[in-house]
């Protein structure tokens, strides 16, 4: 199994720009979540899906951000416009229910 | 102007002797406990994890304990290796589903 994937694993990009993430979850796996790591926060849930529907998204900064779950192997997190303070390290992690998360290598996303 | 993040607590061990990473939880209600281990560049990895109906599990090198009365959880690593070098994330969440909120994470540094 090659885990979850992330792409780009980098982006750089300038301020207003939309920016669009992507995750592929681990196969079988019915819960997908995105995270947003930075130093001044830690570790932030977003949102999270259970079989493809969004269950929780009240940690969305605001409405630039929005993730969708076309299906159970692609889901997407898009910022737009894009601005500098959401510059960070984005996690798809996938877990089956009440396991332990596995989590992608992340997408390393620069706003400037 | 300079930006002010997180001080992660760090514990720093001689290669060899063992380690232990303490975690303070907040809700009294949580009966799911992870640890995670993050090394740079990468996502979190899930070494171990324990349910509020036991008070000690181990594993390979690791065991994690948990005080449910004053909400205290620690991992400990066996003849810490170079390789531990990491930030040790603990996350704690009710096991009926998959709200788990994570720490501010202990940076711990292997010497040779």
């Known amino acids: 199994d090659a885990g979850v994937i992330q792409s780009p694993r980098h982006e750089v990009t300038e301020m207003g720009q939309e920016v669009t993430l992507r995750c592929k979850p681990i196969?079988?796996?019915?819960?997908l979540f995105w995270y947003r790591q930075t130093m001044m926060r830690g570790l932030e849930l977003l949102i999270y899906?259970?079989?493809?529907?969004?269950?929780?998204d009240s940690g969305m900064p605001e409405d630039r951000f929005s993730a969708k779950m076309p299906n159970a192997s692609f889901s997407t997190l898009k910022i737009q416009p894009s601005e500098p303070r959401d510059s960070a390290v984005y996690f798809c992690?996938?877990?089956?229910?009440?396991?332990?998360?596995?989590f992608g290598p992340g997408t390393r996303l620069l706003v400037l | 102007g300079e930006s002010v993040g997180l001080h992660l607590p760090t514990l720093s061990v001689q290669e060899g002797d063992n380690s232990i990473i303490n975690c303070a939880y907040s809700?009294?209600?949580?009966?799911?406990f992870i640890w995670y281990k993050q090394e740079s560049g990468k996502g979190p990895q899930f070494i171990i994890d324990?349910?509020?109906?036991?008070d000690k599990r181990q594993g390979q090198r690791v065991t994690v304990l948990l005080n449910k009365t004053v909400k205290h959880l620690s991992l400990q690593i066996a003849a810490t290796q170079p390789g531990d070098s990491a930030v040790y994330f603990c996350?704690?969440?009710?096991?009926?589903?998959?709200?788990?909120?994570f720490g501010a994470g202990t940076r711990l540094t292997v010497k040779p």
């Open positions: 809700n009294s209600a949580s009966d799911y």
């Open positions: 996350a704690e969440g009710a096991y009926n589903n998959n709200d788990m909120r």
């Open positions: 324990i349910r509020s109906n036991m």
């Open positions: 899906f259970n079989n493809n529907v969004p269950i929780d």
């Open positions: 196969s079988g796996h019915d819960y």
């Open positions: 992690a996938s877990s089956l229910a009440v396991t332990g998360r596995n």
